[in-house]
């Protein structure tokens, strides 16, 4: 499974971003996506995920704020990110597994203004 993201950017606080992550390969083994970020310093942190199943889970600090989503015939995974704050800054990986491995995409940037 290979994974591609893109959509990343510089906004001003309080504006919007939409990520999205395109899976390639044996997307029929796929389970879980996710969304994380990684701020300089900092571990890299779960920002969204959703099951096969279509179950959704986020922390607290962008619930309310941003939407996943995904189009599994289309293998596309969808971050919405509205109310931007300067603390969202960070680099965007997408990630993928199925019943044997983990995988990642490359980063995308995501810059907010204050």
């Known amino acids: 499974v290979q994974l591609q993201a893109s959509g990343g950017g510089l906004v001003q606080a309080g504006g919007s971003l939409r990520l999205s992550c395109t899976a390639s390969?044996?997307?029929?083994?796929?389970?879980?996506m996710r969304w994380y970020r990684q701020a300089p310093g900092n571990q890299r942190e779960l920002v969204a995920g959703i099951t096969r199943d279509g179950r959704i889970n986020y922390p607290d600090s962008v619930k309310g704020r941003f939407t996943i989503s995904r189009d599994s015939a289309k293998s596309t995974l969808t971050l919405q990110m509205n109310s931007l704050k300067p603390e969202d800054t960070a680099v965007y990986f997408c990630n993928a597994n199925d019943r044997v491995q983990n995988y990642w995409g490359q980063g995308t940037q995501v810059t907010v203004s204050s």
């Open positions: 390969g044996s997307i029929f083994r796929i389970n879980d």
